[in-house]
């Protein structure tokens, strides 16, 4: 068999399973009520931030492309923005990459040494699982434990040290990987009591927590600056990752990260060393996004947004409930599904400086073991919510995933609530019986 042909095998095999993954139409989209993006603040769509932008531009003194890697050309424009950010977001170093992706898989790849060990939330994204899989740690020491379970964290932390004497002693460390807000769920990591177990269990202070705030930067904590700064553990995190293109509408990211580690990703890290830096002016584009953080802009934003999240879940939660919805066919996961599910845990911990309680996230998982069908409808109703499946999210986890922007009005959300129901209510009885069976 040729090449082309194992290509087109395999390709056919994901038709066949309903799995290939596609561009969207450039042109489909238009004109319809926008639930599918990260643009979280709506800055992409700010009359405000365009103008800051191309004043800021027509000032700057580089404009076109950035020369060459980091470590080739003088990044002025790069350094001043990195200094910038650790100002912002009160830590020692700051180091830019040009994307979440490239900073993950960089950092996880050469930072944990010979004789380390990884724990990594089972949702942990994508590049994690590929910075991992490149790093010099034992695969016997790759460890994913149970979402957001804390209970989990400490049993495999537990065994990893149990099983390790370096561990104990502290000749050796373990790395522990979690996001602050994971992208498929809506879901919040309970940090206080992640950075306290592992504190308790690694004594000798060998254990590095990682933290990527890419789905929370703009949104929580103080000016934006994520759930490490609300809960106030800038000091208890090893590393924390910043993107920009998602609520903050530009490109790149940052690892905050102590002078030594920034040295050493300086000297190790291949997506870091071997790409062309970010052009200058992405570099212009991130210090207005960053002035709209720290003028109050984003935080304004920020408490619409969640304000909004709260009013989607509380109006989908009756409607539900009201037209008696048959949870197998439609729901919202169970820590959406009751408001009283809805509190993070150790929700009381939060400095008041948070936009608002965490109980809302801009994403909002819909389930349903008929996401393309679901989605479909809602585009002849001119609304855009993406269907999100297997590989994806996990076999049985299929849904469509809802993601609030702040410039989404209450009539928004309640028009994509009134289409979903009626989805529901039109799926055939004899077929919404047979998906009730199936569940059992």
Known sequence: MSLNDKLAAALASRDRRAIRRRLPDPAADDGLVDFSTNDYLALSRSPALRARFLRQLAAAPDVLGSGGSRLLVNGRA???LEARLAAFFRAPAALLFNSGFDANAGLFACVPQPGDALLFDEHIHASVHDGVRASRVDPAARVAFAHNSVPGLRKALGELVAARPALRTGASGVFVAVETLYSMDGTLAPLPEIVDAIDELL???NGHLIVDEAHATGIYGPQGRGLVAAYGLEDRVFARLHTFGKALAATGAVLLVTPLVRDYLLNY?????YT??????NVVAAECSFDALE?????QLATRLLELSRYFLAALRSALATHRVPPALLSLPFHLALPSLALPPSSSSFSSSLALPSSATPIVPVLTPHPRALAAHLRARGLNARAITWPTVPKGADRVRVCLRADHSRAD????VRAMVEWAQSWPAVEVGAVVQAKL
């Open 269 to 273: 890290a291949r997506p870091l060393i």
């Open 413 to 416: 959300v309640e028009r994509l």
């Open 276 to 281: 062309t830096a970010l052009g200058h002016a």
């Open 78 to 80: 790069h350094a001043a």
């Open 203 to 205: 004594p000798a202070g």
């Open 295 to 299: 003028d109050g802009t984003a935080q």
